[in-house]
């Protein structure tokens, strides 16, 4: 559809019309990005709804400061409504997403003449089932109940920190409209394995014949899906839909236009995702729990009737299972080369090129006929309870049963799914593309990076399932021993999420928008073109910030005598700080390691009481409530941080003035997926240094460096401690790949 003069016309007006009623003024980066989206959604040619325009994206990399946000609303919304396609906002976080439905999209509408609806995407599991908790209400008052308790379920041993007063205040607060069962609107935060006993999930839930359907939380907050303009959703939801085939939950991706914020965390959601994994110990526990709810179904049923039959098969096909896992178990735990690391808590293998041992192999194929049986088996009796809520068809089961079991039955169903994906993943060829394979993996190997070599120019031919041929699934094992128990974990994964993208989501999306602030690597797309398979005929443009970065801050390398591989580096660190501190009133240092975190912590705080928070001493958002009120009151703060402090915290102005970076941002070099991968890019003659860990760092420390310029009057410095940015060849590549602040290099 090319673009009609009165969509042109509309998402003019509606910038002018927001620009003044908010009193802004336009961002030339802006402008460019609303019409490189516009004008690609307006080439992309249909024939009857259907697109006919080979796949492919609008990628956009627009720094801090863009109002990106603003810039695909205004570009999307217009053309969307005139192809009558639904917009689907995708982002990875909460924050991010609370902010589009709560501010953004309201702002927008105020600001206005578009006339658009909007509605708020969440899976089943952020939701109230009013059966569960009914069932635990239940089942706590009534020690002889009538069905397995479904909170035994979430695991065995487990704690119950979930009071029956908490679970009354929880049904009163929902019954009276005072709440709307949604987990994250719940006024406190709800532990894991408390919301776990009353939320559920597609297998568990019994749908329309459900007693609650009525007032179910799901799906009243589902209603508005059908008809909304707009659907915020999140990338882990966006996935699930996908795996379901697409439409199970979100629109079909052919009758979508998808945007993506904060599309850099795309490709390793999609790896999580699509990643299985077994607990050998836990799911042998996890077998007695099934046989000790068979039994306790039993009776319900009618001797010699199908489903009566079809408990025994599920008790047979268990114990076949468990007698496997027994013999996998011991396999692993004695022909593997386990080596514990301090604590002798944990050890982890990888099987290079994901290449099992031929007696695990062997055993591999054996779990997976006896998963893929008991998985079938319990599927029959999900049918057989199914039958029982439909009145036009004779079942065995009576309703009441039916009603009783089928969360119970349906959970177990599932969680043999998800066991079978692994044993398939661990029975294929280990030659095939990661992509299709469900999997995981392990360890690297120890030590620092090595010193750079070439690097490799990557491919730029577009991914498609049946010519690219990518790694082989990464396979590895994990074991752990506690005081009185151990376990071997069995995972595998895809290693690159190009395949899994392309034949799920790009071939099939109607149009597709990424865009986030670090989407470039070393200021090339290689990166994201790779491990997110995106199409050849995709566009990529990188739109100017309105940062005037030379003005607003500096970027220093202070001298230092020990590089980060040395071992006096942590004291050379402990000695700077105070002076790198001294003066400002807000401070952030960034480590890559948590141990090395708290050593240096643990050297300064007794001569600075009360000066350094970290990370870990209280959840996040105390941790920046504590410091901003300390700021506030116009003392000093410094915080201490890892990873998930170097992205997604926001501190503008006099909350954050300096930023020190104490180590390059390289990725663990026992991280099994990327260890996998460079595992293969060595095998095709690559440099997986320059061709992964560079390009890895660069973002990282993009993202580092992006915290402290927040707003166009924000100032203030960057000091980087680890002098290999200037003093390895690869440095400059990084130092280069930062915004272009003012540099300070002390010899």
């Known amino acids: 559809m090319a673009l009609s003069e009165d969509v042109k016309q509309q998402i003019q007006q509606t910038y002018r019309d927001v620009l003044a009623g908010k009193e802004i003024r336009a961002r030339y980066g802006q402008r460019l990005m609303i019409a490189e989206i516009a004008r690609y959604m307006g080439d992309i040619t249909e024939n009857d709804g259907q697109r006919t325009s080979p796949a492919g994206a609008c990628v956009v990399e627009a720094g801090t400061g863009t109002g990106k946000t603003l810039a695909y609303l205004i570009a999307a919304i217009p053309v969307a409504r005139a192809l009558g396609k639904t917009l689907v906002i995708s982002t990875a976080t909460v924050a991010l997403q609370d902010q589009i439905v709560h501010k953004d999209l309201p702002d927008l509408k105020k600001h206005s003449k578009q006339d658009f609806t909007w509605t708020l995407a969440k899976g089943r599991g952020r939701y109230l089932c009013m059966s569960r908790l009914e069932a635990r209400l239940h089942d706590e008052g009534n020690g002889d109940s009538d069905t397995m308790p479904l909170f035994l379920l979430d695991g065995p041993g487990k704690e119950e920190p979930g009071t029956r007063a908490f679970f009354e205040d929880m049904l009163a607060s929902y019954g009276s409209r005072k709440w709307d069962g949604d987990r994250d609107h719940w006024p406190d935060q709800i532990p894991d394995d408390v919301w776990r006993q009353v939320t559920t999930d597609h297998r568990q839930c019994t749908n329309r014949h459900c007693s609650y359907f009525d007032s179910c939380a799901f799906f009243d907050a589902r209603k508005d899906l059908d008809d909304a303009d707009i659907v915020v959703a999140n990338h882990d939801l966006v996935l699930a839909d996908l795996a379901l085939g697409g439409g199970a939950i979100l629109p079909e991706p052919e009758n979508a236009l998808f945007i993506f914020d904060e599309a850099h965390h795309l490709p390793d959601k999609a790896l999580n995702h699509f990643a299985a994994s077994v607990p050998l110990s836990s799911t042998r526990q996890w077998l007695k729990q099934l046989s000790q709810a068979l039994g306790k179904m ?181 074991r752990q021993r506690w005081e009185h128990a151990e376990d071997i974990t069995l995972y595998s994964s895809p290693v690159l999420a190009d395949n899994l993208l392309y034949s799920r989501l790009w071939s099939r999306a109607y149009g597709a928008v990424l865009t986030s602030a670090t989407l470039t690597a070393l200021g090339r797309f290689d990166r994201l073109k790779s491990r997110a398979g995106l199409p050849e005929t995709s566009r990529f443009v990188v739109v100017p910030s309105s ?201």
């Open 298 to 478: 039993q009776p319900f049923l009618t001797p010699g009737t199908q489903a009566a039959k079809t408990i025994d098969r599920i008790s047979s096909a268990s114990r076949e299972l468990d007698l496997t896992l027994a013999k996998v178990y011991e396999e692993a735990e004695q022909n593997t080369g386990w080596e514990f690391n301090e604590e002798r808590r944990s050890a982890q293998w990888r099987y290079p090129e994901g290449a099992l041992p031929e007696a695990l192999a062997a055993l591999a194929v054996e779990a997976r006929i006896a998963t893929a049986t008991l998985t079938r088996q319990l599927g029959v009796m999900v049918d057989e309870l199914q039958t029982a809520f439909d009145e036009r068809k004779a079942s065995d089961v009576d309703r009441d049963t039916a009603e009783s079991w089928y969360p119970v039955i349906g959970s177990f169903h599932s969680r043999a799914e998800d066991q079978l994906r692994l044993w398939a993943a661990w029975s294929d060829n280990p030659g095939q593309p990661s992509g299709e394979s469900a999997g995981s993996g392990v360890s690297g190997e120890p030590g620092e990076p090595g010193e750079p070599g070439e690097s490799e120019e990557s491919e730029n031919t577009a991914p498609t399932p049946k010519k690219r041929s990518g790694p082989p699934a990464a396979r590895w094992a994990v």
């Open 547 to 747: 940062f005037r970065y030379g003005e607003m801050a500096t970027v220093e390398v202070p001298a230092m005598t020990a590089m980060p591989t040395d071992d006096a580096f942590t004291d050379q660190v402990v000695a700077r700080l105070p002076d790198l501190w001294a003066g400002e009133k807000a401070t952030l240092v960034l480590f890559t390691s948590r141990r090395q975190m708290q050593l240096v912590r643990d050297a300064l705080a007794p001569e600075y009481p009360d000066l350094i928070t970290t990370q870990d001493d209280m959840a996040k958002g105390e941790v920046l409530r504590r410091h901003c009120s300390r700021v506030d009151e116009g003392l000093p703060s410094v915080l201490f941080g890892v990873a998930s402090f170097a992205e997604g915290i926001d501190l503008p102005g006099k909350y954050l003035s300096h930023v020190v970076i104490t180590r390059l941002p390289f990725s663990v070099p026992d991280d099994p997926i990327e260890a996998s991968l460079a595992e293969w890019v060595t095998h095709r003659g690559g440099n997986p240094f320059m061709e992964i860990t560079v390009p890895d760092a660069s973002i990282k420390l993009v993202q580092a460096v992006g915290r402290l310029l927040r707003t166009e009057s924000d100032t203030g410095r960057v000091t980087i401690l680890d002098r290999r940015i200037i003093a390895r060849r690869y440095g400059q590549l990084l130092l280069d790949a930062l915004p272009p602040f003012r540099r300070i290099i002390e010899p």
